[in-house]
């Protein structure tokens, strides 16, 4: 028996690593397992709720290895029990949609993050229904990746013709993702929430941000006072909301947290 409905967004999801940033970009950013872990728990002790997870080859390069991800997952759940582990299929230009779906298969995570546009190209969505509609039978709740408002429109018709089934879902609205040197701004947020209104009441969204540069902070605490959720971290940004460069990913949880309560969101 498939659930109805899915577990809820945390306020904060931790996003360490990437797939694409390396210690030449910040010697604090993890590339192991165990770096992965303990940035983890840095980050659930500033009040991150949910790791969105990365794994990494021998050399350092984003890779889709079931087996590497169930170690992650293992040793999570002995070193940080309390805190939800988010999978990531990115295909980072290196994986097809069926190579993303088989680790999917292989893993079982109970989280996993999939770009809708990676997952289904063009006109052809039978592949793509019959995962979608596994992946909830089997209690795996996906985060659907939306990179743009169009992709929001998309993903509205996809749900409403049952190629997505289910009743509720997550999604992330990444924002500046296109932007001139990947700087995002909180108005970057207005046309996804343009699509929002435009169909409320069509299907239930567990809805979350990230984005890009500088402004990072600034962007989530926006997303906050529309109803949103967040996803902050070195995936996306180094920097802290008074320009300065974070030390770690903890204090960039840290630097979100109280700038929500600044603004009375937390």
């Given at each position: 028996m498939s659930k109805t409905?899915?577990?809820?967004?945390?306020?904060?999801m931790v996003a360490?690593?990437?797939?694409?940033?390396?210690k030449a970009?910040?010697?604090?950013l993890p590339v192991t397992i165990s770096e992965t872990v303990a940035a983890a728990r840095a980050c659930f002790d500033a009040g991150a709720g949910c790791l969105h997870a990365h794994v990494r080859d021998a050399a350092g390069a984003h890779v889709l290895?079931?087996?590497?991800?169930?170690?992650?997952?293992?040793?999570m759940r002995t070193s940080v029990p309390n805190m939800q582990?988010?999978?990531?299929?990115?295909?980072?230009g290196r994986y097809n949609p069926a190579e993303q779906r088989a680790l999917v298969r292989d893993v079982r995570p109970?989280?996993?993050?999939?770009?809708?546009?990676?997952?289904?190209?063009?006109?052809?969505t039978a592949d793509a229904g019959v995962f979608y509609r596994w992946a909830l039978n089997e209690d795996i709740?996906?985060?659907?990746?939306?990179?743009a408002p169009g992709d929001l429109e998309q993903f509205y018709r996809y749900a409403a013709s049952g190629v997505i089934p289910g009743e509720c879902h997550q999604v992330l609205f990444v924002l500046g993702r296109y932007a001139e040197n990947q700087e995002s701004t909180p108005e970057d947020l207005d046309p996804f929430l343009k699509v929002l209104s435009e169909h409320r009441g069509d299907t239930e969204l567990d809805w979350a941000v990230c984005a890009f540069g500088h402004r990072e902070t600034d962007c989530l605490v926006h997303a906050v006072a529309q109803g949103g959720k967040t996803r902050i971290g070195f995936e996306n940004s180094l920097w802290n909301r008074d320009g300065s460069l974070a030390i770690d990913n903890a204090a960039r949880v840290r630097d979100l947290k109280k700038a929500l309560k600044a603004e009375g969101l937390a």
């Open positions: 409905k899915i577990p809820p967004l945390p306020l904060i360490p690593n990437g797939a694409r940033r390396t970009d910040h010697p604090a290895d079931a087996g590497l991800y169930r170690e992650l997952l293992s040793t582990v988010q999978i990531t299929s990115e295909a980072v109970e989280f996993v993050s999939i770009a809708l546009r990676e997952m289904v190209s063009g006109e052809d709740t996906v985060q659907h990746i939306l990179y």
